[in-house]
């Protein structure tokens, strides 16, 4: 068994309090500290650590400070995309001038904004020297881990392969203004959340006996589209909710993704992952579905089809929450409630064994190389919608390519003016 560990935090937004949260589940580490660009934010982090009783976090004015701190020997990256090279580079500095140690550095999904960030994120980190993890918690939700589990032992070992494998995320939208816009995002639900459907789809084709490296991509075809929030009557909303930073009638980004990905196994046989993504979803909230098929096997799953569901009356009355579900949409009817979200949707189990990674001076299986991998995939399908064309993987140029989406000069309309005339 390895030593316990002091994990720092680079961030103090929804998705860091959302780790606190399944910090009750490891056993291997502490959060011992706390940085964001605003310190109060940090503060209410650090009171988190305390109410769940996960560390006694201290609250620091810079990474590099953190880094300084005996007590802290892994980050947790969770701060904003377009910030990540900026905080790696300045990791990587801190640790060559001797100022501190660490560990290992893990950070959260996606990578970077685009693929060449992403490889110098990959840099920066061998650069270093220490273990790194990609936080990708849907390769770590029950139902995939047990479900894949199943699927290949009994159903693969007996009729073959999967071939066909469907997965989505969907919500009415994210919770910070940066998260809308697409130069400081890198795009927008594709790049945002069509990162996870892509990862858990290429982990439930890929036999768990084998690398990643025995399933690569072939094809990748797309398209996107900005189908409720470029209304105006939605995009007046979306400004007036984020001070005017959001301006979706003249600078959207996509709130409808989808993508084909089109694999080969080691044995030379096709397979399918079809992956779709929202910001337009109205239900209950958060909704995760999953299914494979096999030659004599099918497997499914829904995050919203729980085991506990609670009804009030038009007469209940209260005030809008995120008690039930994430992404929650109403107070009133019959509600499914996921009792347990960080552990639903992979956070418990991915930071437990991250932690016991570091802790034990293993890498991780999930590492940035799988950050880089997904955002090539990511890209690819920006390109595909770009061009409304099934492009070969990887298509020529990804590594400079940037996204309209990302440049500010896509437009809603695209999705339908980008078709061809059959005159």
């Known amino acids: 068994m390895g030593r316990r560990i002091g994990v720092g935090f680079v961030g103090a937004g929804f998705i860091t309090n959302f780790h606190i949260q399944s910090w009750v589940g490891v056993r291997d580490a502490d959060i011992t500290g706390i940085v964001s660009r605003t310190r109060d934010r940090a503060q209410t982090a650090a009171d988190n650590c305390r109410k769940y009783k996960v560390g006694d976090p201290k609250v620091f004015d810079s990474v590099t400070e953190m880094i300084a701190d005996p007590d802290v020997d892994a980050l947790w990256i969770c701060a904003p995309n377009f910030v990540r090279i900026e905080l790696m580079e300045e990791i990587v500095a801190a640790l060559a001038s001797g100022k501190g140690k660490l560990i290992g550095i893990a950070c959260e999904k996606p990578l970077a904004r685009n693929v060449a960030e992403a490889k110098r994120m990959l840099e920066l980190v061998k650069e270093a020297g220490v273990l790194h993890g990609y936080l990708e918690n849907q390769v770590f939700s029950p139902c995939i881990t047990r479900g894949r589990d199943i699927l290949w032992r009994r159903g693969a070992a007996v009729s073959g392969a999967p071939y066909l494998t469907r997965c989505a995320e969907e919500h009415s939208g994210p919770h910070e203004p940066w998260f809308w816009q697409g130069e400081q995002q890198g795009g927008g639900v594709l790049n945002d959340m069509l990162c996870h459907s892509i990862e858990v789809a290429r982990l439930l084709l890929t036999d768990p006996a084998k690398p990643a490296s025995s399933l690569v991509p072939k094809a990748v075809s797309a398209e996107i589209g900005c189908l409720k929030w470029s209304r105006p009557e939605y995009a007046e909303i979306l400004k007036k909710n984020s001070g005017g930073q959001v301006d979706y009638i003249n600078k959207p980004a996509e709130d409808y993704a989808r993508a084909t990905v089109t694999f080969e196994d080691d044995e030379g046989r096709a397979c399918v992952a079809e992956v779709s993504t929202s910001w337009s979803f109205v239900g209950a909230g958060l909704r995760l579905t ?108 990804l590594d400079k390519f940037i996204p309209k989406v990302a440049l500010g000069t896509w437009k809603a309309r695209d999705l339908v003016t980008g078709l061809e005339s059959e005159d």
Not at 383 to 396: C, G, T, V
Request: aromatic content about 8%.
């Open 290 to 397: 999953y299914e494979v098929m096999g030659p004599e096997y099918n497997m499914q799953s829904n995050s919203l089809n729980t085991e506990l569901n609670v009804f009030l009356s038009r007469k209940v009355t209260g005030r809008e929450g995120e008690d039930l579900v994430e992404k929650q949409n109403a107070e009133q009817g019959l509600m499914p409630v996921v009792s347990d979200e960080p552990v639903a949707y992979g956070y418990t189990e991915q930071n437990r064994h991250m932690a016991r990674c570091f802790a034990e001076g293993v890498q991780p299986e999930q590492g940035f190389e799988n950050g880089v991998r997904v955002m090539e995939l990511l890209m690819s399908a920006y390109m595909a919608a770009e061009q409304n064309k099934k492009l070969s993987f990887p298509p020529r140029g």
